[in-house]
Structures are given as C-alpha cells and as structure tokens.
C-alpha cells in the first residue's frame, strides 16, 4: 500500500537561513505531489506541487525538488522567516481524489 | 478571496449521539472534501464528492458517515452514531476539478466525543 513518511519529526532553524524539509513515499505509481503548510490551529494551506515528470518546481521562496528513483520529495524554503514556522505535510495523489499525507514535520524559526 | 468555511469550529457531543458538520466550499468548485486529523496525527482522507454523489471514499468512511449537498452552497458531513475514536479535527475542502487540481482547506471543526 502506499505510504507517505518524513524523515525528521521537528526542524528548527535560524531567521535567515534556509529550510530542507524531507519526505519519502512508496508508491512508484505517484505521479502528482504536494507540500501544505498547516499554522496552529488552521487547515492544510497549498504550497506547492509538481508532478512526476518534473524533478524540480520553483515558487516564491520554495522549491520542490522530486527524485523518483529513491522516492523523495524535499521542500526547501530560502531565507526563512518566523511567519513559516508551521508544520508542514507532504501529499501525494493515490487515486482519483485520494491523497495520502505524510505525517508532518514541525518547522519552528528561531530569532 | 474565497475561502472554504467551516461550522461549528468546535463541537462537543456525547458518545452515541449524531453530529452534523457543515461546510461552505469555495462556490465555483465543484469537487468536495472530507479529511479528518486525529490529535497530533496525520490528515486522513474521508470522502470525495462530486456531482452529488461519492465519487471516492476511504476505508474510515463507514456506514456511520454520511455526506450530503442540500442546497447549493452546504456541504455536510453526518456521523450517525458519535464513538469516542471519532474525536479528531475535521477538514472540508474544495477543487475546481478533480485530481491534479488544488484542494481549498476550510479551517476544521474540531469534534470532541465524551
């Protein structure tokens, strides 16, 4: 079955320096991924996507990047700020509508 | 900008009992949503809803759930008989389309069985 994991539970980072927020996946089959933000409090909120025949999508101040050959799937957020601490999930399309997601990271922004 | 709401934010019910939670998904969407999240657990998907009827539902979603579009704008989630393990946030969202197309969160309703 499909499953959808990240390598570190909580991330913490200084004001300033750049995020890497992991995520690994099983299904080889996945051909549509997500990254949410969800603050405390708050429903999932879309970040960014990219499908499988992208290996890398940028957006302001994210970047997905996807390698299918080791099924990963990172985020990584430049110059991070206080405002992104949040817990972050990865999702990936199983089925027509079905997403999977992983279970969060907790990024938290030291000043 | 439009957004998904959610009532009531928070809802206390007693084991047994029915609970409703409504949605108002963004109006020119035309694909629903139920998620749960168990505390301090990952976002689980319930239902999927289109055209009014499931389109796609999950292993969760049991004959104690319902969903329903009675007019226009609600979109609603019944548990018909509340246990204690159905405690958890519940998320409606929306899509334009289906699949590929990014799913609107509303804020969750928070749902505590006793």
């Known amino acids: 079955g499909e499953s959808v994991g990240l390598h570190l539970p909580t991330l913490s980072v200084q004001e300033g320096d750049n995020s890497i927020i992991n995520c690994a996946y099983s299904n080889s089959a996945s051909d549509y991924f997500i990254w949410y933000k969800q603050e405390s409090g708050k429903g999932p909120q879309f970040i960014i996507d990219i499908r499988s025949n992208m290996d890398k999508r940028q957006g302001q101040r994210v970047t997905v990047l996807l390698n299918k050959t080791v099924k990963h799937l990172s985020l990584q957020i430049a110059a991070t700020q206080p405002g992104d601490s949040a817990v972050y999930f990865c999702a990936t399309l199983l089925s027509g509508q079905n997403f999977v997601f992983g279970p969060g990271t907790r990024l938290s922004v030291l000043p | 900008e439009p957004e998904v709401t959610q009532t009531p934010s928070h809802q206390v019910t007693q084991m047994g009992q029915e609970v409703i939670l409504r949605c108002v998904p963004i109006?020119?969407?035309?694909?629903f949503y139920w998620y749960r999240q168990i505390l301090g657990q990952k976002v689980e998907f319930l239902v999927s809803?289109?055209?009014?009827?499931?389109?796609?539902k999950s292993e969760i979603f049991d004959d104690q759930f319902s969903v329903e579009r009675p007019d226009g704008s609600n979109f609603t989630l019944k548990i018909r008989s509340t246990k204690l393990e159905d405690s958890a946030m519940y998320f409606c969202a929306s899509s334009e389309g289906t699949g590929r197309e990014t799913q609107y969160f509303g804020p969750g309703t928070r749902l505590l069985v006793l």
């Open positions: 809803f289109y055209n009014n009827e499931i389109s796609e």
């Open positions: 109006s020119n969407h035309l694909y």
